[in-house]
C-alpha cells in the first residue's frame, strides 16, 4: 500500500522559509517522479514543482522559480520543497504526490499516488 504523508507546514511571515517534506512508503522513489501541488482558497490546485530521479531532472512553475527547491533522499525515501522568500500568496495547503513512471508530468492526472496535504500560511 502506498502513502504519502506531508509534513513541515506552517505559518510564517513573508520573506520566511519553510522545508515541507513527504515520507513514503510503498513506494520507490528512485524509481518514480515525483511533484509538489498546491491549492489555495477558493482556488484549483496547481502544479508547483516535480523531480525525475534519474538525471535529477526538475520543473518548476514560473512563480517559484528561484525560491522553491525539489529534492529527494533516496535512503530516506522522501521527497522535500525548500520554500525560501515566502510570499502571502504561496498560502495554500501543499500535496505531495508520486508516478509509476520516471518521468515528470505538470498534471495531476499524471500523479498515481497522493498525500493529504500540509497547509502553508505566509502573513504579510
Known amino acids: 500500500q502506498v502513502q504519502l504523508v506531508e509534513s513541515g507546514g506552517g505559518l510564517v511571515q513573508t520573506g520566511g522559509s519553510l522545508r515541507l517534506s513527504c515520507a513514503t512508503s510503498?513506494?520507490?522513489?528512485?524509481?518514480?517522479?515525483m511533484g509538489w501541488f498546491r491549492q489555495a482558497p477558493g482556488k484549483e490546485r496547481e502544479f508547483v514543482a516535480a523531480?525525475?530521479?534519474?538525471?535529477?531532472?526538475?520543473d518548476y512553475t514560473d512563480s517559484v522559480k528561484g525560491r522553491f527547491t525539489i529534492s529527494t533522499s533516496s535512503p530516506k525515501n522522501s521527497l522535500y520543497l525548500q520554500m525560501t522568500n515566502l510570499k502571502p500568496e504561496d498560502t495554500a495547503v501543499y500535496f505531495c504526490?508520486?508516478?509509476?513512471?520516471?518521468?515528470?508530468?505538470?498534471?495531476?492526472?499524471?500523479?498515481?499516488?497522493w498525500g493529504l496535504g500540509t497547509q502553508v500560511t505566509v502573513s504579510s
Open positions: 523531480i525525475r530521479w534519474s538525471g535529477w531532472s526538475t
Open positions: 510503498g513506494v520507490t522513489i528512485s524509481r518514480n517522479a
Open positions: 504526490a508520486a508516478r509509476k513512471v520516471d518521468s515528470t508530468s505538470r498534471r495531476q492526472a499524471a500523479y498515481d499516488y
